[in-house]
């Protein structure tokens, strides 16, 4: 609450308090006293003169404080705009010349920096295209390299080798079962594979080496319930049992909502129990409706399930 009367200790800071404010008495207006004064201010009733006030600092309040530099705001538009439009024309190239690589590298930057949604939806689309070529499909592409089936090989010691899934491995190479043969050409994905949840828009991106590369819709806790930070994924179950504050609950049983996976995070002070799952109330996807964790339909859990391992990194924002 602001105060219109003030000591100069509150205004300047003990400190920094005028010598002459040390030396004067507590403030107060020269009266006439009972002798008969005239009652005109004498030169003993001066506290400070008028040549010693002019020598206070005045106190301002920086307009730079108080109001919002409209100059820069502006020219920062323009710079993001300018940035924008450079990126765009820049993904053409890459498209046209061939480069989907680069482009959707590119695109992977533009969509995290739109703030428009309708512009959001349509850079996801060419994500989504690009992804399916580059990540998705067994053609050569700067996200992988081809590995020749070596005697003695099996795809989990495969993927073990090279810090990636098995199922990663099937899905990419179409492959039906998982068997293998000796001389196959594999393709494998390098890089990191992390995720991000985002609960502003209920979107949960996978990402690799930071690059958009899938996301799915998601559900999050009510009442703000699913926390923020970063969390790293400590185990996965197939249909797993739900172990609730009213109970335990096998899978199948209807009180049991984790639907066909789960995806368990490590443990951190305070925060017990969070992970990624499915669920049996897919109409609760893009909503606020779980105790805290993640819920996503079963059908893109089990995709997910085998894009993830033991380790791999999640970050949840807001």
Known sequence: MFHYFNTVENVYGEDKVPEYSRQAEPYSLPVKDSAGDSGYIKEGDIIITT????????????????????????????????KSLHSYKLVSEYLKNGKKYEARNELSDLYFAETDKAGRI????????????????????????????????????????????????????????????????????????????????FTLTLLLDGHFIKQYPVGTGKSDKTPEGKFVVDNKLINPVWYSP???????????????????????????????????????????????????TNENVEELFNYVKAKTKVVIQE
């Not at 920086?62 to 020219?75: R, Y």
């Not at 992804?131 to 795809?155: H, M, R, T, W």
């Open 122 to 201: 349509e850079i996801k689309n060419k994500l989504d295209e690009l992804n399916a070529e580059l990540v998705f499909s067994s053609k050569p592409s700067q996200d992988a390299f081809f590995y020749i089936v070596k005697p003695g090989d099996s795809l989990i010691k495969i993927a073990s080798k090279f810090n990636t899934n098995y199922e990663f491995i099937v899905r990419i190479n179409k492959k039906h079962r998982t068997s293998i043969r000796v001389g196959e050409r594999l393709k494998i994905l390098k890089g990191n594979v992390t995720i991000l949840v985002d609960k502003s828009d």
């Open 51 to 82: 040549e010693e006030l002019d020598k206070v600092p005045d106190v301002e309040v920086s307009k730079k404080a108080v109001t919002p530099d409209s100059k820069k705001e502006e020219k920062k538009k323009k710079d993001d705009g300018k």
């Open 246 to 296: 009213d109970g335990i609950y096998q899978f199948g049983d209807p009180k049991n909502v984790l639907g066909t996976r789960w995806i368990g995070f490590e443990d951190k002070e305070g925060l017990y129990g969070y992970g990624i799952h499915g669920t049996t109330e897919p109409d609760s996807i893009g909503k606020d409706m779980s105790n805290g964790c993640i819920r996503l």
